[in-house]
């Protein structure tokens, strides 16, 4: 962890609001933190009264999330400062999970995350792609691309890796917002969680009666040879669905955005197509896609990080947006470099809770960037760049609207 001789004792906490930002502005106590004070005390917008650290450095943050010593089962017992006033996650979610039990749960589910599974899907992606363009062009410029294919899209191929049919796809497309949200509040976040697990179920239970060789008809195998109890598959599913469409929408749509009010990156990626896959890496670690930290670990005993020492018991968040800048493992770090190559960012996490769905959702940036840039040449921003509203209050980082005229 380090080499430094650590250090014990009271430190000055520092509250963090996480207020609304502007389009994509970095976190200016993330930048300040990085270079000053690495392992920091935090007290986030719930639970004032609690205490918990916070890990920016590179190192530092890969240390901690793949260290044994910090776990996230404790998590379920234990009040700690927070983002939001509810869990998101259910607590039989991977989530909250530590391995040995972590890595059973994400067996259950693994096959449907390969190679061979997302290039099955890719050109379902891609013809859904072409599909709502051909509508948005119908419908004439300017458009909502949040409406017509970063919303749609990302739901799309998340109901196809489940399963679920075509007719119930937009029943499910709002419930995702309302759970990742800290601005609805705790009983919106809950009924909406209670409607997709009821939905689940009901899936679930027509996967056993009628299998298929889907990501629901996988679930449903290992919850009728016992590999998995009920609220596993349906927390797996949920998990699935909530991250999978969420998350996607919402940082694709930020490196349309990014790229529309950057013209010489576009234009580069229309001259070198060839080039997008590294290209969507680096917008994947230059992007701030969230709000704030997500979950944290709980410290299980006395370990020294970056020269402090946290004792058993305190909380840690790692924050892997600030580990994405670190100057010590990306040079030059706040700028966009397509040929930036070496270190890989950590966007998707890192150690046993590393993203299952990466490989997925590189594809699905991959086919609505290279798609939008080789069909319409003079796309752009429909108004100016500080005209596009992003949401406000979520967890999540993206525009609720992304006007473009081509």
Same mark, same amino acid.
């Given at each position: 962890?380090?080499?430094?001789?650590?250090?014990?004792?009271?430190? /000055?906490?520092?509250?963090? /609001? $996480?207020?609304?930002?502007?389009?994509?502005?970095?976190?200016?106590?993330?930048?300040? *933190?990085?270079?000053?004070?690495?392992?920091?005390? #935090?007290?986030?917008?719930?639970?004032?009264?609690?205490?918990?650290?916070?890990?920016?450095?590179?190192?530092?943050?890969?240390?901690?999330?793949?260290? %044994?010593?910090?776990?996230?089962?404790?998590?379920?017992?234990? @009040?700690? +400062?927070?983002?939001?006033?509810?869990?998101?996650?259910?607590?039989?979610?991977?989530?909250?999970?530590?391995?040995?039990?972590?890595?059973?749960?994400?067996?259950? $589910?693994?096959?449907?995350?390969?190679?061979?599974?997302?290039? !099955? *899907?890719?050109?379902?992606?891609?013809?859904?792609?072409?599909?709502?363009?051909?509508?948005?062009?119908?419908?004439?410029?300017?458009?909502?691309?949040?409406?017509?294919?970063?919303?749609?899209?990302?739901? =799309?191929? $998340?109901?196809?890796?489940?399963?679920? @049919?075509? &007719?119930?796809?937009?029943?499910?497309?709002?419930?995702?917002?309302?759970?990742?949200?800290?601005?609805?509040? /705790?009983?919106?976040?809950?009924?909406?969680?209670?409607? #997709?697990?009821?939905?689940?179920?009901?899936?679930?239970?027509? !996967?056993?009666?009628?299998? =298929?060789?889907?990501?629901?008809?996988?679930?449903? &195998?290992?919850?009728?040879?016992?590999?998995?109890?009920?609220? &596993?598959?349906?927390?797996?599913?949920?998990? #699935?669905?909530?991250?999978?469409?969420?998350?996607?929408?919402?940082?694709?749509?930020?490196?349309?955005?990014?790229?529309? +009010?950057?013209?010489?990156?576009?234009?580069?990626?229309?001259?070198?197509?060839?080039?997008? @896959?590294?290209?969507?890496?680096?917008?994947?670690?230059?992007? @701030?896609?969230?709000?704030?930290?997500?979950? /944290?670990?709980?410290?299980?005993?006395?370990?020294?990080?970056?020269?402090?020492? #946290?004792?058993?018991?305190?909380?840690?968040?790692?924050?892997?947006?600030?580990?994405?800048?670190?100057?010590?493992?990306? %040079?030059?770090?706040?700028?966009?470099?397509?040929?930036?190559?070496?270190?890989?960012? $950590?966007?998707?996490?890192?150690?046993?809770?590393?993203?299952?769905?990466?490989?997925?959702? !590189?594809?699905?940036?991959?086919?609505?960037?290279? +798609?939008?840039?080789? !069909?319409?040449?003079?796309?752009?921003?429909?108004?100016?760049?500080?005209? +596009? %509203?992003?949401?406000?209050?979520?967890?999540?980082?993206?525009?609720? &609207?992304?006007?473009?005229?081509?």
């Amino acid at each position: 962890m380090s080499t430094e001789s650590p250090t014990a004792g009271p430190r /000055p906490v520092r509250v963090w /609001p $996480v207020a609304d930002l502007p389009a994509l502005d970095f976190d200016p106590l993330l930048t300040e *933190l990085l270079a000053e004070e690495p392992v920091a005390r #935090i007290r986030l917008p719930f639970g004032a009264e609690h205490e918990a650290w916070l890990v920016t450095r590179y190192a530092d943050v890969r240390a901690v999330t793949s260290d %044994p010593r910090f776990g996230r089962t404790a998590l379920l017992e234990r @009040p700690v +400062t927070g983002m939001t006033g509810h869990m998101v996650a259910s607590k039989a979610a991977l989530n909250y999970a530590d391995p040995p039990y972590h890595t059973g749960l994400r067996k259950a $589910v693994t096959k449907a995350f390969t190679g061979q599974s997302t290039k !099955r *899907l890719r050109p379902l992606a891609q013809a859904t792609a072409d599909r709502l363009l051909d509508a948005m062009e119908a419908a004439g410029s300017p458009a909502d691309l949040m409406r017509h294919l970063h919303g749609p899209l990302p739901m =799309a191929v $998340v109901c196809d890796l489940l399963g679920f @049919p075509e &007719e119930d796809r937009a029943e499910l497309a709002c419930w995702p917002d309302l759970i990742l949200s800290s601005g609805p509040g /705790p009983e919106e976040s809950r009924a909406a969680k209670a409607r #997709i697990h009821a939905y689940v179920v009901r899936h679930l239970e027509r !996967r056993r009666a009628e299998p =298929a060789d889907d990501l629901g008809g996988a679930l449903a &195998e290992s919850l009728a040879e016992g590999r998995i109890d009920a609220d &596993e598959a349906v927390s797996l599913a949920m998990a #699935i669905l909530i991250s999978g469409a969420h998350a996607v929408r919402n940082n694709s749509a930020n490196m349309v955005w990014l790229l529309l +009010t950057r013209p010489e990156l576009a234009d580069r990626l229309r001259a070198e197509p060839e080039l997008l @896959p590294q290209a969507v890496d680096e917008l994947l670690r230059w992007i @701030p896609h969230r709000n704030g930290v997500g979950l /944290p670990r709980i410290a299980l005993a006395d370990v020294a990080v970056g020269g402090v020492l #946290i004792r058993a018991g305190e909380a840690v968040y790692a924050s892997y947006l600030a580990a994405n800048r670190d100057p010590a493992a990306f %040079p030059d770090p706040d700028t966009v470099d397509f040929d930036r190559t070496g270190t890989g960012h $950590v966007s998707f996490g890192h150690g046993p809770h590393h993203c299952m769905g990466a490989m997925l959702t !590189r594809m699905e940036s991959e086919v609505m960037l290279g +798609t939008l840039l080789a !069909r319409y040449p003079r796309l752009r921003l429909a108004g100016r760049p500080e005209d +596009t %509203p992003f949401q406000s209050q979520g967890l999540i980082r993206g525009p609720r &609207e992304l006007l473009v005229r081509w």
